[in-house]
């Protein structure tokens, strides 16, 4: 067979099966990062369901939680981060969270930031996004913020860093459904 009649059959063969999206055909993965205590692992629990492994992350006494959940029909692998308040990490558990960051290549990079004290957090924003990070946002704990009378223009933030953010209220469970939209629709437009 000469070479332009194999060409046009293998070009007929890979027509007759439409190429499939890559994210369809594994877990997307979606990690979640921020300092501790913002209500990373209360977001974990409502995102994911039942089947939560939690293990020591391999050479440390580190604990890594991961979850499964399922987002507008696609399948997520979930993972649960220590808290970290830099991506140049001095403890432990930094060391961790960013070796899982570059080692795990996620999809999705949530980082969930206290609504009371996001000032302080988002230097981590921009770190994230400056190592190339897909970072989407999560402020949480709306709802103490507003108690203490602070608004936050989510759309303006939003904006300004060139990313999705959500508002939450995890312990009340608000917001979580907006926030998973957000996940699914940032996941379509990337892999589109
Ligand atoms: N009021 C309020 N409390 C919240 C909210 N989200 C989480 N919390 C509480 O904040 C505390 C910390 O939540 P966690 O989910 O454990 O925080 P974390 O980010 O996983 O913390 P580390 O694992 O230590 O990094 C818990 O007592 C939660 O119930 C929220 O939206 N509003
Ligand atoms: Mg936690």
Redesign the pocket.
């Known amino acids: 067979m000469d070479k332009q009649t194999e060409d046009d059959r293998r070009n007929t063969a890979n027509k007759s099966k439409p190429p499939q999206p890559a994210f369809r055909n594994r877990k997307t993965k979606l990690v979640?990062v921020?300092?501790?205590?913002?209500?990373?692992?209360?977001?974990?629990?409502l995102i994911t369901g039942t089947y939560v492994t939690v293990s020591n992350y391999p050479g440390t006494t580190v604990e890594v939680s991961r979850g499964a959940a399922k987002l507008d029909r696609q399948m997520y692998e979930v993972i649960?981060?220590?808290?970290?308040y830099s991506l140049f990490p001095i403890t432990e558990?930094e060391r961790v969270t960013r070796t899982l960051l570059l080692q795990e290549k996620p999809d999705v990079v949530m980082h969930?930031v206290d609504?009371k004290n996001i000032e302080r957090m988002l230097p981590l924003t921009l770190q994230l996004l400056e190592a190339g990070l897909p970072v989407i946002l999560a402020v949480?704990?709306?709802?103490?913020a507003k108690k203490i009378g602070r608004s936050i223009d989510l759309d303006a933030l939003s904006q300004a860093l060139g990313i999705p953010v959500a508002g939450?209220?995890?312990?009340?469970n608000?917001g979580m459904e907006q926030l998973k939209r957000m996940v699914a629709q940032y996941v379509r437009k990337r892999v589109a």
Do not use: H, Q, W, Y
Not at 34 to 45: A, E, Y
Not at 140 to 144: A, F, I, R, T, V
């Open positions: 979640l921020g300092t501790p205590n913002v209500g990373k692992s209360v977001i974990f629990n649960d981060t220590p808290g970290m558990e969930v609504a949480n704990m709306m709802d103490e939450t209220a995890a312990a009340l608000r």
